[in-house]
């Protein structure tokens, strides 16, 4: 297939431009080192996922630079929480839920934007149209962790089954496709850009996270020591990331081009990828991570759920398997955004 030749990069802005230069001059952080000495570039970990190509997409078009950011690919978020654990990121993106497993396992974070609230992008899916009450005894392919036990959760609680009465098969995302047509198991739980495939070949949907509102979302997390250190960074990569998703509004041609290679999907099939997530913009953040905002409460249920399945280590000194109340930090979204180039 020919290629066509990639559009320019929107021009970065006098302002931006400025900001850039200032923050390589000072390591990225807004100050130096105690040996005057520039700081390394933030580790930022990324799965594939649909909101989660804002980064990429963001440095694609100049808007982050790699000696400032550098955005590390990983297979699966089980392994951005190992990467996270052994001091190999300093930020990731992630679900609510895994940032409250990584609290637990003594990894201080503080989320600093939201990406996306599913609704509806999350899904089950069978081979063949199957009705809530034939689910007894069958075979559900699901990835550990609470995203897995909330929609499991939830498809049991609307067929009025217990965990007893059907099997677990443990897999991760990547392979939805392939446990999907393999035939191990009989329901898949999966998301895009998963979902969006075994869709596309046939598969039946049979519940999704639209009965689940708030409960499925995907945040920024930042290492808690790297607040201070990386400040202005910080500040740069959200509002790259809020403006990344102006770029795609406002030009969506160029940010499916941009984006179709990592999420392996045509351009034209990319905005289907999106379908089901709300992503949410600079004043709908504020709100969302309000003190006692909806994302708080949110944050509370996955706790206590995940205690309930046993999701989560025992707390010990070095944990926290409780939310502290600066979970949400808000200090690093801008004032204002500005126009989509």
Known sequence: MRRHPPNPAPDLGPRRRQILAGLLALGGSGVLTACSEPLPPLRVGSIVFP???????????????????RLVELPANTYSLRALAAGQLDACQLTLDEVVTARS??????????????????????RQPIALAELRG????????????VMLEGLLNAAGLAVSDIRTLPMTLDRSVEVFHSGEADLVVTAPPWSNRIEAEGGVRVFDSRALPNLIVDVLAVRRARLASHAATLRLLVSALLEARQHQVAHPEDAARRMATRLQLAPADVPAAFMGLHIP????????????????????????????????????????ASLPPDLFDLRFLPATLGSPT
């Open 51 to 69: 909101t989660y190509e804002y980064a990429f997409l963001a440095r694609d078009l100049g808007w982050l630079d790699e000696r400032l950011v």
């Open 138 to 149: 069958k075979r559900i392919a699901v990835e550990s962790g609470a995203n897995g036990a």
């Open 105 to 126: 396992a003594g990894i201080d974070l503080a989320v600093l934007l939201v990406l996306d609230i599913s609704a509806g992008a999350d899904a089950i899916y069978a």
């Open 281 to 320: 913009g600079l004043a709908e953040n504020r709100t969302l991570m309000a003190v006692d905002g909806p994302l708080v409460q949110s944050a509370r249920e996955l706790l206590h759920l995940m205690q309930a399945h046993g999701l989560l280590r025992r707390t010990s000194s070095a944990g926290h």
